[in-house]
């Protein structure tokens, strides 16, 4: 089984700040895909990035952006500019890419201070 | 597509008794999976689906556990008789086959079940 550690429990950032969340992962695979999920209180999960293992570009989606560190087995995420709606549980995940079971981390709860 | 449709949102029952689960995926996709999130063991997978088929159960705690997929836009996950631990937030998600664009398993929005 992958392990996905998630090492800060909650983090806080003032709106319009920016905030980094941390994630190692543990696998012997090659290529994989990793993924951070939201999830705000009203409880849906939703994909934030996504990232290919074989890729080296980090990927980017508007204000959320990775820093992925193949060697280093991390894979963190960046929020810009934050905003009161980005106040939500994140989770890291990975995925082997012939086993579509997702293997998450325990969670960063962020709190987006106005 | 109105997404992964779950059923119902949240459960209250007693100790001993059935409890269904049930999940309607997106349409067209390939692969449906059954999660359990809890403060202790965060989320982890119980089983998962292809094509109808389960593919991996090695996360479905105990035999009082069971789930099904009679057909592509269906599947029901059982408990009998229920225990006060596994209260827990139950979620269904779907996804496509793996190509080279990757994928992303789409999510339900949970049953929350308390079992007292």
């Known amino acids: 089984a992958q392990t996905v550690t998630q090492s800060q429990p909650e983090m806080s950032v003032q709106e319009a700040e920016t905030v980094t969340l941390s994630c190692t992962y543990d696998t012997s695979e090659n290529n994989y895909y990793l993924f951070w999920y939201k999830q705000p209180p009203s409880r849906q999960m939703i994909l934030v990035i996504r990232?290919?293992?074989?890729?080296?570009q980090n990927a980017t989606e508007n204000r959320f952006s990775v820093n992925f560190q193949k060697a280093a087995k991390s894979f963190s995420l960046k929020i810009s500019d934050s905003q009161l709606g980005d106040t939500a549980m994140y989770f890291c995940?990975?995925?082997?890419?012939?086993?579509?079971?997702?293997?998450f981390g325990a969670g960063t709860t962020v709190t987006v201070r106005a | 597509d109105a997404g992964v449709i779950q059923s119902p949102r949240h459960e209250v029952t007693e100790m001993g008794q059935e409890v269904t689960l049930r999940c309607k995926p997106i349409s067209g996709h390939d692969y449906l999976f059954w999660y359990r999130q809890t403060m202790m063991r965060g989320l982890e997978l119980l089983i998962y689906?292809?094509?109808?088929?389960?593919?991996?159960d090695s996360g479905m705690p105990e035999d009082r556990f069971s789930a099904k997929m009679p057909n592509a836009s269906f599947s029901t996950l059982k408990i009998q008789p229920s225990e006060p631990r596994d209260s827990a937030v139950y979620f269904c998600?779907?996804?496509?086959?793996?190509?080279?664009?990757?994928?992303?398993?789409?999510f339900g929005q949970g049953t929350r079940l308390t079992v007292v």
């Open positions: 689906f292809n094509n109808n088929v389960p593919i991996d």
């Open positions: 990232q290919e293992a074989y890729k080296q």
């Open positions: 995940a990975f995925m082997k890419p012939n086993d579509y079971k997702l293997s």
């Open positions: 998600a779907s996804s496509l086959r793996l190509n080279r664009q990757g994928t992303e398993a789409f």
